[in-house]
């Protein structure tokens, strides 16, 4: 997950980090930091990470 978010353009680094969930056991959350003069709203980059791992992996595995 974290090398496929971690190839978005827009990104300079990346972390995917497990955190406890009742259902699941545990669920992915992604720390993300841009690159240097990219400017995007925080809720285009999410549907555009969200549906880059969708694409990837599946419906499943969503953060």
Do not use: W
Request: charged share 25%.
């Amino acid at each position: 997950m974290k090398e496929l978010i971690g190839g978005h353009d827009a990104l300079a680094e990346c972390a995917v980090v497990g955190i406890d969930d009742q259902l699941k056991g545990q669920l992915p959350i992604v720390l993300a930091v841009l690159k240097d003069g990219i400017e995007v709203q925080n809720e285009v980059l999410e549907s555009e990470l969200i549906a880059l791992i969708r694409q990837e992996i599946g419906a499943v595995e969503a953060f």
